[in-house]
């Protein structure tokens, strides 16, 4: 493909990713993609062969982000800071959005998983490589001392998905970062030795 070609693909791809993570996959049409983007749904499917296959690349390149977030917040001299980083600038992503849209992961699992396996598979692989990396910084908190004695950091990287998530789900509803914010407060608490 040249480069016009993958211009007219991105641009797809981040109209496409921009209203998925408004409406959800099912409440993006082809007609609003056409509409958004200006383009035939022949020039789309010349592109994509299916909205199945938009969606899966749209997902692949939310992970890539996501993934690439983690890594840089999940920064700092101590295990706890490093969860302090990451909790924080997850609150800040979410206020500078208003919070409008949520975690585009978690829209995903609610709307797709019983519907679409190959889509379910793929989103339950996005919430495991986060947990790992969680998993590993508490990991090394447990042997250095920064974190309690006896946490278990595999059950509790889960259990900070899960509170994640839905803290997400909380603010983004009550339109505020308190809920966050009250979240990791509480997971900090229970980490602190």
């Keep these: 493909m040249g480069r016009r070609g993958d211009d007219t693909r991105g641009r797809i791809l981040r109209v496409a990713r921009k209203l998925m993570s408004e409406r959800g996959y099912v409440g993006t049409t082809l007609k609003d993609i056409e509409k958004e983007t200006g383009l035939t749904r022949g020039s789309i499917y010349h592109h994509y062969a299916s909205k199945e296959d938009m969606g899966k690349e749209i997902l692949s390149s939310a992970k890539k982000d996501l993934l690439s977030f983690v890594d840089s917040t999940l920064s700092g001299e101590t295990s706890l800071e490093k969860?302090?980083?990451?909790?924080?600038?997850?609150?800040?992503?979410?206020?500078?959005?208003?919070?409008?849209?949520?975690?585009?992961?978690?829209?995903?699992?609610?709307?797709?998983?019983?519907?679409?396996?190959?889509?379910?598979?793929?989103?339950?692989?996005?919430?495991?490589?986060?947990?790992?990396?969680?998993?590993?910084?508490?990991?090394?908190?447990?042997?250095?001392?920064?974190?309690?004695?006896?946490?278990?950091?595999?059950?509790?990287?889960?259990?900070?998905?899960?509170?994640?998530?839905?803290?997400?789900?909380?603010?983004?509803?009550?339109?505020?970062?308190?809920?966050?914010?009250?979240?990791?407060?509480?997971?900090?608490?229970?980490?602190?030795?």
């Excluded at 949520?102 to 609610?110: D, E, K």
């Excluded at 910084?137 to 994640?164: C, F, H, N, Y």
């Design 83 to 193: 969860l302090e980083n990451h909790f924080r600038q997850i609150t800040e992503r979410h206020a500078s959005r208003r919070f409008v849209g949520g975690c585009i992961f978690g829209n995903s699992a609610v709307e797709l998983s019983d519907r679409y396996e190959s889509f379910r598979l793929f989103l339950a692989g996005v919430f495991e490589e986060w947990r790992r990396r969680i998993e590993s910084v508490l990991r090394e908190g447990v042997e250095k001392g920064e974190v309690r004695r006896g946490a278990d950091p595999s059950r509790i990287s889960k259990m900070t998905i899960s509170a994640i998530e839905g803290a997400i789900l909380l603010s983004r509803v009550e339109k505020e970062r308190g809920p966050l914010q009250e979240t990791f407060e509480a997971i900090l608490s229970l980490l602190r030795p």
